[in-house]
């Protein structure tokens, strides 16, 4: 058994950490700053101009796409369960991006609106517009402090150093940013976090294979323990996760993503031609199966690291994403550089997607709401104004929201992320609707969103009642097979 970690070192990884991204983004923000003379435009703040290129863009797809949740849960869902949903998740990305450059792209480009739901306006009424907007932009204000919450909780309770302060700064140092800034440099800043995020992930790999005895040896560990199962044609709804449930799925989720997020049309409207904003899209597909292929490495790394002795199994930790945490308290001096390098990474993926969704939010508040207000046309210098304080006053809430959300009891957490991703569902299926120009709903959007918004309160009520059985023990998932044989002082037990 291994002795319990230095928490002061620890605490020292995570004050380097921050201070080290404090202080790339306060250079890469100044020095923007600097550098323009146009920031006082609305054209500017929220679309970098119109005249962004096509590479930045995609590199900000890629950025809002992969959250920090993600960058927690993928490894440890192959660590728990393999490969099985790799393909599937992949082959739902690119039918989404087809059926986007196909169908979408060409009715909303051209169009140039300044607020996706205007589209809504013009297919249905002013009503239909106000009550979606008013959903995404509720939707995307209470699902925000979970992005930045949960990754602080999980690494405070390890480092032993209270999240509050934490969550405190990190809020003031990104509204400061978007405060200051616009989308250029939100998607520069994104850039930067990318890299941050490839070199970090490659580097904890490498020097997982290295420890473990190589790519081959990795992969001759995760074979024989079932976890580089692809294809799983398994009919069953109820099993943990199949070929065929993760396509319905992650199909529907990347063409909400995609075609009916606000935010990916500010990105895909900043590009100036339709042929560049479709490419972006290609580019963003084979960048995030890239880093997609990353975290599953170190998923598949991390259990040839733990396959004889795995910690949830042997009691060392009591929850699966602990593991990542796990190399912490078993790792040499090394592992430390290692572990800031993550860290860093969580928080440039909460920031990616932190910086871009209240950057949306803003405009989206302005554009469909707040600009109404005004007894004639704004000028640029009032409008930004406008805008800069929604963010000030955006950026405060959510600061608000993450210090309770880390008071918030786990089961209803979950249930009220759920409960925040149906709304996906009500958005994509009402501007689907637009889309395809059916005509017998055309005048019944908002009924049919009230049905819709109905039928997911009834789901939310199954959600509640599916994670109290999971908390309660009620109801177990199973996992691929776990082993203790190589722990220390332990017989040999196998956990499936």
Known sequence: MMDPPDTSSLSWLIGTAFFILIMATMATVLSWIGRTTEQQTVNQYLFGGKKMSTLPIAVSFIASAVSSLQLLEIPMEVYLHG????????????????????????????QQYNSLFEFLEIRFSKNTRAIIAAAFVLKTVLYIPFVIAIPVARFSRIAAVS????????????????????????????????????????????????????????????????????????????AWSTFWTTIIGMSASWLYYLGANPGSYQKLISIRKEKNAAEALVWFGVGLTFVKLLMVFLGLTLYAEFSDCDPLSNKEVSKAFLVLHYIWKISNERYNYLALIFMI????????????????????????????????????????????????????????????????????????????????????????????????????????????????????????????????????????????????????????
């Open 345 to 496: 990474d969580v928080m440039c993926v909460a920031y990616s997607f932190t910086s871009s969704s209240l950057n949306t939010v803003s405009g989206i508040i302005y554009e469909d709401f707040a600009k109404r207000s005004y007894l004639k046309e704004p000028t640029e210098q009032q409008a930004t104004t406008c805008i800069r304080k929604i963010t000030f006053l955006l950026g405060a809430l959510v600061t608000m929201l993450s210090l309770f959300y880390n008071d918030l009891d786990p089961v209803l957490s979950q249930l009220l992320l759920s409960v925040l991703r149906f709304t996906d569902g009500v958005i994509v299926a009402i501007f689907f609707i637009g889309f395809l120009r059916i005509r017998i709903m055309r005048s019944k959007a908002t009924i049919t969103g009230s049905w819709l918004l109905a039928r997911a309160c009834a789901t939310a009520l199954i959600v509640y009642c599916v994670l109290w059985s999971l908390e309660s023990g009620d109801i177990q998932f199973s996992t691929k097979p776990m082993s203790t044989v190589g722990c220390p002082g332990t017989y040999r037990r196998i956990h499936s």
């Open 163 to 238: 999240p509050k302060p934490v969550l405190i700064l990190l809020n003031g140092l990104w509204t400061f940013n978007l405060v200051l800034s616009g989308f250029q440099s939100i998607v520069w800043c994104q850039c930067l976090s990318m890299m941050s995020i490839v070199v970090g992930l490659a580097f904890a790999i490498f020097i997982g294979w290295h420890s473990v005895g190589g790519f081959n040896e990795v992969l001759e560990i995760a074979s024989s323990g079932g976890r580089l199962e692809i294809f799983d044609i398994n009919p069953s709804p109820f």
């Open 83 to 110: 490969t099985t949903q790799l393909l599937s998740a992949l082959i739902s990305l690119y039918i989404a991006i087809i059926v986007v450059i196909r169908f979408i792209l060409p009715q909303i480009h051209n």
